[in-house]
C-alpha cells in the first residue's frame, strides 16, 4: 500500500456536480485540494440525456455539463485521481483516507459520493443485465431502436427516461406499483401526451423473462392478484436510489437508511468530514442542489482548516 505523505487540505471524495463544485470552491480559496473518484468526472450526469432545470441553461447534455464542470474544477488546481476508497481514518492532525491501492492523508474531507440505482431483485434481474436490462437510457436506449421497452418505476426518472426511450423505442410501457406518479407534473404531462407511452398502474414485475436476452416481463396487478406477461425486449429499472455511504456507516455520520446527516454548513457529526450532494440526507436531489451544497462545503471546509492549522501552530510553537 503506497502511502502519499502530502497532506492535503481538502479531498473531496466523488466527482459529480457536487464533488466538482467543491473542488472548484476550496481551490480557490487556495487550498490543496484533491478529487478523487472511481469514474468519470460527472457522474450520475454523465447517464442524463439532457438536463434542463439548471439554471443558465435552457438545455445541456448531461456529458456535456460534466465536461463544463470538470474544466472549471481545475482551473484553479484542483487535481484529480482515481480513487475507489474503503475507509476514512479520523485523526487529530489530519485523516487518512484508504483507496484500494493508496492512502491520502489530509485535513478536511468532503463526501460526495452519491447514491446508486436501486435493483428490483426479481428473478432475471441480474442475469440479463447488459442483455436487456438497464439502468441507463442514455448508455443503452440506441440497443432498443423499434422495440417494445418497459419501465420499472413511477418517479422522476422512470418517467421522463421512459419518455426520453421513445425516440428509440416502437413503444414504451411504464410499470408502475400505485395508480398516481411521484414524478413532477411536468414530466408526467410530457409522458401522457406522448403517444409511445403507456402506463400499467397498481402493478410490479416480478420475473424479467428470456432465453439470451430479454423477451418480455412477468406483471402482478397488486389490486387484483392478475398475473400477465408482457412482451418486451428491454427492462429499464428506475426505482430508486441508495445512499453510497457503506463505507461511512462506521464513522457514525449516517441515518438508519445510510443518508448522511449534516448542519448548514454540510459538516458531519465528525468535525471536518462534510458531505454534500445525493449521497447527503435532504429533501431534493437534483445537479442544481448539489451544486449548492457543494459551494457551501467548499468554504465552510476554508474555514476548517484556517482554524485547524491555527490551533496546530500554537500547539507546536
Ligand atoms: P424516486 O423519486 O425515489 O422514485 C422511485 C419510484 O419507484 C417511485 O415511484 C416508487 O413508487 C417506485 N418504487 C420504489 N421501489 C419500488 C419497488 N421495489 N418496486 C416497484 N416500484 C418501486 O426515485 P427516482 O425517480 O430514481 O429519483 C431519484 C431522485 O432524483 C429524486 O429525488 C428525483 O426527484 C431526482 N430526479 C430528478 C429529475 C429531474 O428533476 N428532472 C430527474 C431524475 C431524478 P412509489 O411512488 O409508490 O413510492
Known sequence: MEIIEKIYDVIVIGAGPGGLTAGLYASRSNLSTLMLDRGLPGGQMNNTAEIENYSGFSSILGPDLSTKMYEGAQQFGAEYAYGDVQEIIDGKEYKEIVTSSKTFRTRSIILATGAEHKKLGVTGEAEFNGRGVSYCAVCDGAFFKGKHVVVAGGGDSAVEEGTYLTQFA???????????????????????????????????????????????????????????????????????????????????????????????????KVPGIFAIGDVRKTVLRQVATAVGDGSIAGNAAYQYVEELKEQLEKTHA
Not at 174 to 202: G, P, S
Not at 206 to 219: H, K, L, N, T
Not at 232 to 241: C, P, Q, V
Request: net charge negative; hydrophobic share 35%; proline share 1%.
Open 170 to 268: 416502437s413503444k414504451v410501457t411504464i410499470v408502475h406499483r400505485r395508480d398516481t406518479l411521484r414524478a413532477q407534473k411536468i414530466l408526467q404531462d410530457r409522458a401522457f401526451k406522448n403517444e409511445k407511452v403507456d402506463f400499467v398502474w397498481d402493478s410490479v414485475i416480478e420475473e424479467i423473462e428470456g432465453d439470451q436476452a430479454v423477451s418480455g416481463v412477468r406483471i402482478r396487478n397488486l389490486k387484483t392478484g392478475e398475473v400477465s406477461t408482457l412482451e418486451a425486449e428491454g427492462t429499464f429499472i428506475y426505482i430508486g436510489i441508495l445512499p453510497n455511504s457503506d463505507q461511512f456507516r462506521s464513522l457514525g455520520i449516517t441515518d438508519e437508511e445510510g443518508w448522511i446527516e449534516t448542519d448548514e454548513k454540510m459538516e458531519s
